[in-house]
């Protein structure tokens, strides 16, 4: 079911388990952060050890807007911006082939993470470096990457061509909060401002910080927030900061301290912004879904 490459590669990678071809370009017009993407693929070599188990409770709730007519055995995929490939195993036994793109070297370790996937590809390219086709994939996902992109609508729209017409979308962007009251909004203030000076420290420093944060900041809300559940106010604890932590494990909060706290680019979106967005790029059908993580959301190309 794959396709050929339709420009050679720029190089070779020599990767453990396995040659990667690389098409990452270095000019004035490419929409990509050299920097950003140095920052994720250290942080993806550090965290890439997932269960099973907790891969697929994760990945039940960002993709339960995905449905077997969308993604199916005859389905041939693309994962833009894969890093360790998670989301492309997850999906691998219901897709019929995926195509997992990252810019980061996170995929020397994806190969460790599919490892016996025999129905996933693993390519280096950018968002705008993509050596595919237009209209080649029956459904196409970016999750958690766009929006760490310079111009995050530029970005989008190039996924969406190598879409055929009558596929679909899926995409998980940052919120902007737009659902959360003022205090919510006021606490995420204050910790923006604390992403701002970590993200600037070199990067040994950088992942110290990030793991005081992990133990300091996350785990004390995380564990009030499970005590208030446990005793029975469930919907008190849903409406918590890190609400979505309760039932997480340390390593994965960690990982996403390093994800919040690590990151110099980081650019957030409303509904309103995320469905114009998709609907400019040429997406129609637009659904976001009303649960966390927010917003993710899909859309089928119609043009």
């Not at 409406?239 to 309760?246: D, G, I, W």
């Amino acid at each position: 079911m794959k396709k050929e490459y339709v420009t050679l590669p720029k190089e070779i990678i020599k990767a453990p388990y396995g040659d990667i071809s690389s098409f990452i370009t270095h000019t004035e017009n490419d929409n990509i952060d050299h920097s950003v993407v140095k920052s994720f693929g250290e942080e993806w070599q550090k965290f890439h050890e997932f269960s099973d188990a907790e891969l697929t409770d994760i990945g039940d709730k960002y993709f339960d807007i995905v449905d077997n007519a969308i993604v199916n055995n005859f389905s041939y995929c693309i994962d833009v911006g894969c890093g360790t490939g998670r989301w492309s195993k997850y999906l691998s036994n219901r897709a019929g082939f995926i195509e997992a793109v990252d810019p980061s070297n996170a995929l020397l370790v994806a190969g460790k993470v599919l490892e016996g996937v025999s129905n996933v590809r693993l390519t280096k390219a950018s968002t705008d470096t993509i050596p595919f086709p237009d209209e080649t994939f029956d459904f196409g996902m970016s999750i958690g990457v766009l929006h760490h992109i310079p111009n995050t609508p530029r970005a989008l729209a190039d996924c969406v061509r190598k879409i055929k017409k009558g596929g679909h979308f899926y995409v998980y962007l940052y919120y902007s909060l737009d659902n959360r009251g003022p205090f919510f909004k006021f606490i995420f203030f204050l910790v923006d401002l604390i992403r701002k000076i970590i993200s600037s420290f070199p990067s040994g420093i950088k992942k110290f910080f990030c793991d005081m944060m992990a133990v300091l900041l996350y785990m004390p809300v995380v564990l009030a927030g499970r005590l208030i559940k446990w005793m029975g106010f469930k919907k008190l604890a849903a409406k918590m900061p890190l609400s979505s932590y309760h039932d997480r494990s340390f390593f994965i909060i960690r990982n996403d301290a390093l994800d919040r706290f690590g990151t110099k680019l980081e650019q957030r979106f409303s509904r309103t912004q995320i469905t114009a967005m998709m609907q400019n790029a040429g997406l129609e059908e637009v659904k976001i879904s009303d649960k966390p993580p927010y917003w993710h959301a899909i859309g089928k190309r119609v043009r």
